[in-house]
């Protein structure tokens, strides 16, 4: 896909697990080229929205360098409270939401989602599973999002399927394969090793 304008819209990567099957911070693993994961991540959220980029973490993580990070307003809230504390922060309409751990979401997802002209967007898997941490997610849910992590609720699909997320296919050169445990880094790594 060619580049495409950027989507009018802050971002947030999301990086407040606490990566207990990885075995270490996600958000420090070290990338080809440098410097990290993360850092990957926060640059590839950049080169797809006009906005602010900023890294949520949760309250146990350590500092992650980055200038605009966003503490969780919800102790122990998952990602839900990553994109709470930057929907409660944005000024744009939607914001746009990339887990640190899923770094096949090329900026293409972004432009994708957002060509699909909906307000609620996120992606969907070449299963057609939901993956609604890559989605562009709209400020006006951060009220009833509070609600939901105030009383208990936790689960992104569930809540991303209750407020109507419009899941959409990505196009080839996206991946969504999340990086959970050593065994999941190491074939990513050997993937973009064989690709570049």
């Given at each position: 896909?060619?580049?495409?304008?950027?989507?009018?819209?802050?971002?947030?990567?999301?990086?407040?697990?606490?990566?207990?099957?990885?075995?270490?911070?996600?958000?420090?693993?070290?990338?080809?080229?440098?410097?990290?994961l993360g850092a990957f991540q926060v640059r590839r959220l950049a080169s797809a929205v006009a906005g602010a980029v900023w890294v949520a973490r949760g309250a146990w993580a350590r500092p992650h360098q980055h200038p605009e990070e966003l503490p969780d307003p919800i102790v122990e809230g998952g990602p839900l409270a990553g994109i709470l504390a930057a929907l409660e922060r944005t000024r744009a309409r939607r914001v746009a939401v990339l887990a640190v751990d899923l770094p096949g979401a090329a900026p293409e997802a972004f432009w994708v989602l957002d060509a699909a002209?909906?307000?609620?967007?996120?992606?969907?898997?070449?299963?057609?599973?939901?993956?609604?941490?890559?989605?562009?997610?709209?400020?006006?849910?951060?009220?009833?999002?509070?609600?939901?992590?105030?009383?208990?609720?936790?689960?992104?699909?569930?809540?991303?399927?209750?407020?109507?997320?419009?899941?959409?296919?990505?196009?080839a050169g996206v991946r969504l394969d999340n990086l959970n445990t050593p065994q999941d880094w190491r074939r990513w790594q050997e993937r973009i090793t064989s690709d570049g």
């Open positions: 896909m060619s580049r495409q304008r950027l989507v009018d819209c802050d971002g947030v990567v999301l990086a407040g697990g606490r990566s207990r099957r990885m075995g270490e911070d996600k958000y420090r693993l070290p990338w080809p080229g440098g410097p990290t002209g909906v307000e609620f967007a996120v992606a969907k898997t070449e299963d057609g599973v939901l993956q609604p941490l890559v989605g562009l997610w709209p400020r006006n849910l951060a009220e009833s999002l509070r609600r939901y992590l105030e009383a208990g609720g936790r689960r992104v699909g569930e809540y991303a399927r209750a407020q109507g997320a419009w899941a959409v296919a990505m196009p």
